[in-house]
């Protein structure tokens, strides 16, 4: 092997993430636990082997995310908006799946038979709200590797505090960003988001 191809045979934490469909902060937080085999750069960077990296997925029965399309479950009680944003996923180049679910008991017959990759995750609805429909997907061992965004209209650093503390990755307060939702998610915007984006700045659509 040449130093070139040596080189190429590891990847960084961002695309390691992208490629088990997770946040960089998860790899870094498996990497520290020695949950993923990592090596570290005269600099102070972490590097991953592939061949590594694929062992990990097989171990843990987490889909590559060369394997399939993106799966996102959008979950909220207000049903316009859920359908607005999983419509607005779906129209993206990139392959994306959706669903929407209206209620904590809908989001956990959901992710049983939908297997969503990321849940974007209202906080305030009837029954089951967003907080126990987190720590519960958290703390199944099934479930534990799904990525979870937090949505609310109520948002306060108290709520927000709460739902990272669950275990969500990120809580954004209604009416939110596009952008901002984006890049949370590691997608590209089309043109034409980027150019509503940039005209309404937030999402109306999302009180």
Same mark, same amino acid.
């Given at each position: 092997?040449?130093?070139?191809?040596?080189?190429?045979?590891?990847?960084?934490?961002?695309?390691?993430?992208?490629?088990?469909?997770?946040?960089?902060?998860?790899?870094?937080?498996?990497?520290?636990?020695?949950?993923?085999?990592?090596?570290?750069?005269?600099?102070?960077?972490?590097?991953?082997?592939?061949? +590594?990296?694929?062992?990990?997925?097989?171990?843990?029965?987490?889909?590559?995310?060369?394997?399939?399309?993106?799966?996102?479950?959008?979950?909220? +009680?207000?049903?316009?908006?859920?359908?607005?944003?999983?419509?607005?996923?779906?129209?993206?180049?990139?392959?994306?799946?959706?669903?929407?679910?209206?209620?904590?008991? +809908?989001?956990?017959?959901?992710?049983?038979?939908?297997?969503?990759?990321?849940?974007?995750?209202?906080?305030?609805?009837?029954?089951?709200?967003?907080?126990?429909?987190?720590?519960?997907?958290?703390?199944?061992?099934?479930?534990?590797?799904?990525?979870?965004?937090?949505?609310?209209?109520?948002?306060?650093?108290?709520?927000?505090?709460?739902?990272?503390?669950?275990?969500?990755?990120?809580?954004?307060?209604?009416?939110?960003?596009?952008?901002?939702?984006?890049?949370?998610?590691?997608?590209?915007?089309?043109?034409?988001?980027?150019?509503?984006?940039?005209?309404?700045?937030?999402?109306?659509?999302?009180?």
């Amino acid at each position: 092997m040449n130093r070139n191809s040596h080189i190429r045979a590891y990847m960084t934490p961002n695309e390691v993430a992208e490629l088990l469909r997770v946040s960089p902060v998860t790899i870094r937080q498996w990497a520290q636990k020695n949950w993923i085999k990592a090596t570290t750069t005269a600099g102070g960077h972490r590097r991953f082997l592939r061949q +590594d990296v694929e062992e990990f997925a097989r171990q843990r029965g987490i889909e590559l995310s060369s394997d399939g399309p993106l799966r996102v479950l959008v979950v909220d +009680d207000n049903r316009s908006f859920a359908r607005y944003l999983a419509d607005l996923l779906a129209s993206q180049t990139l392959e994306i799946e959706t669903e929407t679910a209206h209620d904590g008991f +809908d989001a956990g017959r959901k992710v049983l038979q939908f297997d969503p990759n990321i849940v974007l995750l209202d906080l305030k609805m009837p029954g089951m709200d967003g907080f126990s429909v987190c720590r519960q997907l958290k703390d199944d061992e099934v479930t534990s590797q799904i990525r979870i965004i937090a949505m609310t209209g109520y948002y306060t650093p108290e709520n927000e505090a709460k739902i990272l503390q669950a275990g969500a990755e990120a809580c954004l307060a209604k009416p939110f960003d596009k952008a901002v939702l984006f890049d949370l998610m590691a997608l590209d915007m089309t043109a034409e988001t980027k150019i509503i984006a940039a005209n309404d700045g937030t999402d109306r659509h999302a009180m």
